[in-house]
């Protein structure tokens, strides 16, 4: 594919007389090139999504992705929950104490990272971990002309490549946001009951107590989200990748820094419509 | 006269203001070697992407066996592509797959063949490029560049196909490798009574494997004719290159 990005637009916005940029037209030239590049994205995302639901599917490729992103994401998630959840229940106890409402440590642990921090804990590592690689691999891929290759081999890319990593990403990403909340409660427990005192059998009645499925249901609808976004991110940066090193590092640095802006984003509006719906 | 395999009429390519073809006229007859020469950046690679339906053009038509495939999509460009080859100047081959899927990736992915029948067609096939059953289960990396260029040229004639091009197909191999796979490229097009369109710039390389030779010159074919009388063109430019001359109408590219 051949199309400027949005930042030599830009930078191919006229400059003044003296050689300094016009600044209305670097304003213009700026939202044009956002505007750009956010249609671009969005329409590689409609295509993506319409190989990755109709058949033929690569299942072999699909099966390891999932292993890919799925299993070798577990000890980053699982690190990360463990201390997103000690950390947390840490802070709430602090706070806590302060209006003598310690005994509230349990349920908003809980709350907190069935709901909220377990997806998008895991979101934002997964946008490190399988974003930038996957844009680095495709990257790679395109500047060596294997990209090229597939389609001379009546494979394409999309079908072959985008939308096998695509479904593993949404299928991954809520058994590994599951596995996070499970964890991040765990991290929570084992200080309320190692640091904090908390009585072990308490601790857990009061958690199971207050968890609801609507609380787990709504982690596990941000984490398809979230894997959407972050293979989208992943292969779109890839595909477009510029020739040499430094190409292939500018599309991981971008699927990075794109996918885990677009996951809180995508958070903050997914927990406003729940809250909105009263999921 | 027969149909062309391949025709080029008046293909124009831009990126920006950067004018790459400027014009393309190109024939290729069926079973005919052409061997298209131009400096660096004169757009060889630009023009094979656009017959290979890589690039669109910005004008002008292409025409495969006959049949308009300038904006083809779906069935249509994959009908063209089962009948046509390509190597890779980098080799491009799958880094993830063995040496045989790679070399069997159409009848695997395209014609869903068995894996078993598939593995056997890629042994026999890795043997007409002299490579033996053992490099079949090595990965890409854990081969020379000679072998991976012969890995690449077996993915190309494996499906039997009528056009086959070649994308500088000796860059970066030493001169004994470089005269080996221009035999096996010579062997191999005359053995399938295929068309082969080769870009490059090594004028051995032209001299042995081309029926015919045109030169690609500031987008435009300037010169087109049989391969035996390239010494003596009458044209200056096929001239200064053929003979390597930093004098003459084509500036150095630096």
Same mark, same amino acid.
């Given at each position: 594919?051949?199309?400027?990005?949005?930042?030599?637009?830009?930078?191919?916005?006229?400059?003044?007389?003296?050689?300094?940029?016009?600044?209305?037209?670097?304003?213009?030239?700026?939202?044009?090139?956002?505007?750009?590049?956010?249609?671009?994205?969005?329409?590689?995302?409609?295509?993506?999504?319409?190989?990755?639901?109709?058949?033929?599917?690569?299942?072999?490729?699909?099966?390891?992705?999932?292993?890919?992103?799925?299993?070798?994401?577990?000890?980053?998630?699982?690190?990360?929950?463990?201390?997103?959840?000690?950390?947390?229940?840490?802070?709430?106890?602090?706070?806590?104490?302060?209006?003598?409402?310690?005994?509230?440590?349990?349920?908003?642990?809980?709350?907190?990272?069935?709901?909220?921090?377990?997806?998008?804990?895991?979101?934002?590592?997964?946008?490190?971990?399988?974003?930038?690689?996957?844009?680095?691999?495709?990257?790679?891929?395109?500047?060596?002309?294997?990209?090229?290759?597939?389609?001379?081999?009546?494979?394409?890319?999309?079908?072959?490549?985008?939308?096998?990593?695509?479904?593993?990403?949404?299928?991954?990403?809520?058994?590994?946001?599951?596995?996070?909340?499970?964890?991040?409660?765990?991290?929570?427990?084992?200080?309320?009951?190692?640091?904090?005192?908390?009585?072990?059998?308490?601790?857990?009645?009061?958690?199971?107590?207050?968890?609801?499925?609507?609380?787990?249901?709504?982690?596990?609808?941000?984490?398809?989200?979230?894997?959407?976004?972050?293979?989208?991110?992943?292969?779109?940066?890839?595909?477009?990748?510029?020739?040499?090193?430094?190409?292939?590092?500018?599309?991981?640095?971008?699927?990075?820094?794109?996918?885990?802006?677009?996951?809180?984003?995508?958070?903050?509006?997914?927990?406003?419509?729940?809250?909105?719906?009263?999921? | 006269? @027969?149909?062309?395999?391949?025709?080029?009429?008046?293909?124009?390519?831009?990126?920006?203001?950067?004018?790459?073809?400027?014009?393309?006229?190109?024939?290729?007859?069926?079973?005919?070697?052409?061997?298209?020469?131009?400096?660096?950046?004169?757009?060889?690679?630009?023009?094979?992407?656009?017959?290979?339906?890589?690039?669109?053009?910005?004008?002008?038509?292409?025409?495969?066996?006959?049949?308009?495939?300038?904006?083809?999509?779906?069935?249509?460009?994959?009908?063209?592509?089962?009948?046509?080859?390509?190597?890779?100047?980098?080799?491009?081959?799958?880094?993830?797959?063995?040496?045989?899927?790679?070399?069997?990736?159409?009848?695997?992915?395209?014609?869903?063949?068995?894996?078993?029948?598939?593995?056997?067609?890629?042994?026999?096939?890795?043997?007409?490029?002299?490579?033996?059953?053992?490099?079949?289960?090595?990965?890409?990396?854990?081969?020379?560049?000679?072998?991976?260029?012969?890995?690449?040229?077996?993915?190309?004639?494996? @499906?039997?196909?009528?056009?086959?091009?070649?994308?500088?197909?000796?860059?970066?191999?030493?001169?004994?490798?470089?005269?080996?796979?221009?035999?096996?490229?010579?062997?191999?097009?005359?053995?399938?009574?295929?068309?082969?369109?080769?870009?490059?710039?090594?004028?051995?390389?032209?001299?042995?494997?081309?029926?015919?030779?045109?030169?690609?010159?500031?987008?435009?074919?300037?010169?087109?004719?049989?391969?035996?009388?390239?010494?003596?063109?009458?044209?200056?430019?096929?001239?200064?290159?053929?003979?390597?001359?930093?004098?003459?109408?084509?500036?150095?590219?630096?």
């Amino acid at each position: 594919m051949n199309y400027s990005r949005g930042s030599d637009i830009v930078s191919n916005a006229t400059t003044g007389k003296q050689g300094f940029p016009n600044p209305l037209q670097w304003i213009g030239a700026a939202s044009l090139g956002l505007f750009s590049e956010v249609g671009r994205l969005f329409i590689f995302f409609l295509k993506v999504m319409a190989t990755a639901f109709t058949p033929r599917w690569y299942l072999a490729q699909v099966w390891k992705q999932m292993v890919n992103i799925g299993f070798y994401s577990l000890p980053v998630v699982g690190l990360s929950a463990v201390f997103i959840g000690a950390a947390l229940a840490l802070n709430i106890y602090e706070g806590g104490s302060r209006y003598g409402a310690e005994q509230f440590v349990p349920s908003i642990v809980v709350l907190g990272i069935t709901r909220e921090l377990g997806a998008t804990i895991t979101g934002l590592m997964l946008a490190g971990r399988v974003s930038a690689g996957i844009s680095a691999e495709i990257g790679a891929m395109r500047v060596t002309e294997q990209i090229d290759a597939l389609e001379t081999l009546s494979a394409s890319p999309f079908r072959y490549l985008y939308a096998p990593r695509f479904l593993a990403a949404i299928i991954a990403l809520p058994l590994l946001v599951l596995v996070a909340d499970i964890i991040g409660i765990m991290g929570g427990w084992l200080v309320s009951v190692y640091a904090l005192d908390f009585d072990s059998t308490t601790y857990i009645r009061n958690t199971m107590d207050f968890l609801t499925n609507n609380d787990v249901i709504v982690g596990l609808i941000k984490a398809v989200v979230f894997g959407a976004v972050i293979a989208t991110m992943g292969c779109y940066q890839g595909d477009r990748s510029e020739a040499g090193a430094t190409g292939v590092g500018r599309a991981a640095t971008l699927a990075m820094v794109g996918a885990a802006v677009l996951v809180l984003a995508t958070n903050y509006i997914m927990s406003t419509l729940f809250v909105e719906i009263g999921l | 006269m @027969s149909t062309p395999i391949l025709r080029l009429e008046n293909v124009k390519k831009s990126f920006g203001k950067k004018h790459v073809l400027t014009g393309v006229d190109l024939e290729v007859q069926r079973g005919e070697s052409l061997v298209v020469l131009g400096g660096s950046g004169s757009g060889k690679s630009v023009m094979l992407k656009n017959a290979l339906g890589l690039m669109t053009p910005n004008d002008g038509k292409i025409l495969f066996d006959g049949e308009d495939v300038t904006k083809s999509t779906g069935k249509t460009r994959a009908k063209m592509r089962e009948r046509i080859g390509m190597l890779f100047q980098s080799g491009a081959l799958f880094d993830s797959l063995t040496v045989w899927e790679n070399v069997s990736f159409r009848l695997l992915q395209a014609d869903r063949m068995r894996r078993k029948d598939a593995k056997e067609r890629a042994i026999e096939t890795l043997k007409q490029v002299r490579l033996g059953a053992d490099v079949a289960d090595l990965y890409p990396a854990e081969i020379s560049g000679g072998m991976q260029k012969r890995v690449s040229l077996a993915r190309s004639i494996i @499906s039997k196909p009528d056009l086959i091009f070649f994308d500088e197909p000796t860059t970066g191999l030493d001169p004994i490798t470089a005269d080996a796979i221009n035999d096996l490229i010579i062997e191999q097009v005359r053995s399938l009574g295929a068309a082969a369109v080769s870009i490059t710039h090594d004028m051995a390389s032209a001299r042995k494997i081309a029926d015919n030779i045109a030169m690609l010159y500031e987008g435009k074919i300037i010169w087109h004719g049989p391969a035996d009388i390239i010494d003596n063109s009458g044209n200056d430019y096929v001239d200064q290159f053929v003979h390597g001359r930093a004098d003459g109408p084509i500036q150095p590219a630096i």
